[in-house]
Every structure is written in structure tokens, then in C-alpha cells.
């Protein structure tokens, strides 16, 4: 089946650590996105990709990085200059035109402890 | 900022219609309106979208409004498993076409 995957599912992470996030999508989408989520409150854009090679700052890219050698694989880095990395991480991916939606993946819960 | 504005919460009887309005007066004429819900420390899931027309599929109905500022997600047969946060989005153009959310409504379906 054609999906998304996420992992882990949870992290913790020790102060002025940096960690990866993977994300791995088999749906041949293009385009490929990473979220951040807090309590109560919706997704908010951390850095997004169009095209392999190629990728974009979203509006809270600060403390993070990311890279796209293939079109399969998004993974997103939280460096230690993230001042509050503790949240719910989510990976995404979509075609490009049109009105097509995103399909999210499951998750990773990252906590600083 | 968010494009949409929904209640924050809403309660619904099992086996009733669920109606969840959502307000998205600034959106452009080529910006989608889709609808997501998520339960509890999961992805989102996608339920579904529309431009102009009102649409429909195995999951809900969309109706938007002639001038598009709003729109009304419908859950013909709401079951407990319904239960759950329900997004309204725009997605835009720029950014990658990113989505914009907002806090999206608590929907209760009680037994």
C-alpha cells in the first residue's frame, strides 16, 4: 500500500542535541513538507520541498534543517538552536497542481528532556 | 494567520447530521478549501476539498457558498468514532502550496 512513514514515533532528546527525523513517502508525490504542531493549536509550516535537490523555508524554519537527495525522503533535522523543540512533528506530501490534498504521516512526538 | 475561522467546539448526537461551518472571507479565487480531521496524537486525515462546487463523497458533503466566504462540512451519520478535531484549510498558492491552519472545531459525538 502507498502511504507515509514516520520515524520514530517518539524522541527524546537532551538539551544542545541535534536529531533527525525520517520521513518516507512511496506515493511518487513531488512535493514533500514537514509541520510542527503544539497543544490546542494547528500545523504550522517548518520547511517544504518541490523537487529533489531543492527546498524551502516555511514560516518557523529557525533551529531546523532539512535535505532532499531523493524524492522518497524528506528527513528533518532539530538542531540545538531550536530554543523549543518539544512538539508533534508531522511529514506530509502532495502533487504539486491542482486541487490535490496532502497525505500526512502518523507522527513523531519529540520531547526535550 | 489562519485564512479560516470555525467554533471551537461542537457537540452532535450519534446516528444525527453533523454540520461544522467554517468562515474564509479572504479567500482568493484559486485557493481550495479542504476539510481534515485528527484524533489524538495521529496525522491528519483527509475528508475533502472544493473550489467552487459543492462536493460530495463516502465520507461527508462540502457545500460552499456562491461567494465562497464560507462553507459547511457534513457528516450525514455521525458515529462515535467521529469523534474528533476538524480542520478547515486554504490552501495557497505560494509556498509550496502550503495549508493554513487554523484551531479547528472539537467535535463530541455522544452516544
Known amino acids: 500500500d502507498g502511504g507515509i512513514t514516520q520515524s520514530p514515533k517518539y524522541l527524546f532528546r537532551k538539551e544542545g542535541q541535534n536529531v533527525t527525523l525520517s520521513c518516507e513517502q512511496n506515493l511518487n508525490h513531488d512535493a514533500m513538507y514537514w509541520y510542527r504542531q503544539d497543544p490546542g493549536q494547528g500545523l504550522r509550516l517548518i520547511y517544504y520541498?518541490?523537487?529533489?535537490?531543492?527546498?524551502q523555508k516555511g514560516d518557523i524554519a529557525e533551529g531546523y534543517s532539512v535535505s532532499r537527495e531523493k524524492k522518497e525522503s524528506f528527513p528533518l533535522t532539530v538542531t540545538s538552536a531550536q530554543k523549543n523543540p518539544t512538539a508533534f512533528y508531522l511529514c506530509?506530501?502532495?502533487?504539486?497542481?491542482?486541487?490535490?490534498?496532502?497525505?500526512f504521516g502518523s507522527g513523531t512526538r519529540l520531547t526535550v528532556v | 494567520d489562519a485564512k479560516t475561522t470555525q467554533p471551537t467546539s461542537m457537540d452532535c448526537a450519534e446516528g444525527r447530521a453533523a454540520n461544522l461551518p467554517c468562515n474564509h472571507s479572504?479567500?482568493?479565487?484559486?485557493?481550495?478549501v479542504y476539510w481534515y480531521r485528527q484524533i489524538h496524537s495521529q496525522g491528519p486525515q483527509y475528508i475533502i476539498h472544493g473550489l467552487k462546487n459543492n462536493e460530495t463523497n463516502e465520507m461527508a458533503s462540502l457545500i460552499i457558498t456562491e461567494d465562497r466566504k464560507s462553507s459547511t462540512l457534513i457528516l450525514p451519520h455521525a458515529t462515535l468514532r467521529d469523534t474528533a478535531v476538524y480542520y478547515c484549510i486554504v490552501r495557497v498558492a505560494t509556498q509550496g502550496g502550503k495549508l493554513i491552519f487554523g484551531q479547528g472545531t472539537e467535535l463530541s459525538v455522544k452516544p
Open positions: 506530509a506530501s502532495s502533487i504539486l497542481s491542482g486541487g490535490y490534498g496532502y497525505t
Open positions: 520541498s518541490q523537487i529533489v535537490n531543492d527546498f
Open positions: 479572504t479567500i482568493s479565487g484559486n485557493e481550495y
